[in-house]
């Protein structure tokens, strides 16, 4: 069933590369009944400009339950053309009053990493809002550089295919791809009962942050890489940070661990609250 509903923009990914759906965004969200949602696969970069939206940000759009998706909270978009902006990103007053408020209020705060795993394996969740008792360091990682030859080839075809019915400029809009991250950041952490783990960070905005801290760094991949860590790490350890975590849909209801990080929440601490 195709439902119109609204949404706030709780997660937006960075972007991967996938054969089917061409660069995809894994956005996710709570729904105007309070629930969790997924919307993927979401073209994010193909959306009209007026139509891209921003985290914390409410949404109108046409979904239907992704039946090709075992996942209980996975949409997909019926039609792109009819998604909808519903004001400004909601901002940050009062400790971030209004987005605790959306996103907490119908929604329970996990702090046991081996309960929440366990209701994923039994297909009762994928996504969640997690409170790590302590945030223990962040780990980089370096990968590949560049995005995989098969990949781009296949985009490749795919835009020569749209160029029959598309202009130059509309094909060049659509297949400009973004660049890929060349390092990997994760998250080591221990929930409250001292269980460690140590999961991706795949938010938009960790990936945003290192080409920022690249450029002001005049190229230096080191700086740039310490920068970030000196945000995730010193800059949110005066936070009260929540992670958000969704599973793969690979490793969704079998894994040790289906979970990584997709957002990361940061509010001030309450005791912060009280200089205002």
């Not at 939206?53 to 909270?73: F, G």
């Not at 999961?199 to 310490?226: H, P, R, T």
């Not at 940070?241 to 997709?262: C, R």
């Amino acid at each position: 069933m195709i439902e119109k509903r609204k949404i706030f923009i709780t997660v937006k990914t960075y972007p991967t590369l996938s054969r089917k759906y061409d660069e995809i965004v894994c956005t996710a969200g709570i729904l105007d009944d309070g629930s969790w949602a997924r919307i993927y696969p979401l073209p994010f970069r193909k959306l009209d400009y007026e139509k891209r939206y921003r985290k914390y940000q409410w949404m109108e759009i046409q979904l239907q339950k992704n039946t090709s998706d075992p996942r209980p909270e996975s949409y997909k978009v019926c039609d792109i053309t009819q998604v909808r902006l519903i004001g400004k990103p909601v901002g940050t007053a009062m400790g971030w009053k209004e987005r605790k408020r959306i996103i907490f209020d119908q929604n329970p705060i996990y702090t046991d990493l081996t309960g929440l795993i366990e209701q994923a394996q039994r297909n009762k969740l994928s996504l969640a809002i997690f409170k790590p008792e302590e945030i223990i360091e962040v780990v980089v990682a370096e990968t590949q550089h560049e995005w995989s030859e098969e990949k781009l080839t296949l985009l490749k075809a795919k835009a020569k295919q749209l160029s029959l019915f598309q202009t130059e400029e509309e094909v060049k809009r659509e297949f400009s791809i973004v660049d890929k991250l060349p390092y990997d950041f994760f998250y080591r952490f221990r929930d409250k009962k001292g269980r460690e783990a140590k999961l991706i960070i795949k938010d938009w905005e960790i990936g945003m942050l290192y080409w920022n801290c690249l450029k002001n760094s005049s190229g230096d991949e080191q700086e740039a890489v310490y920068k970030v860590k000196e945000k995730y790490f010193n800059l949110f350890s005066k936070k009260d940070i929540y992670l958000f975590l969704g599973t793969t849909k690979q490793f969704h209801g079998w894994a040790k661990n289906p979970f990584v990080i997709i957002g990361v929440f940061y509010p001030p601490l309450e005791s912060q609250l009280s200089f205002f």
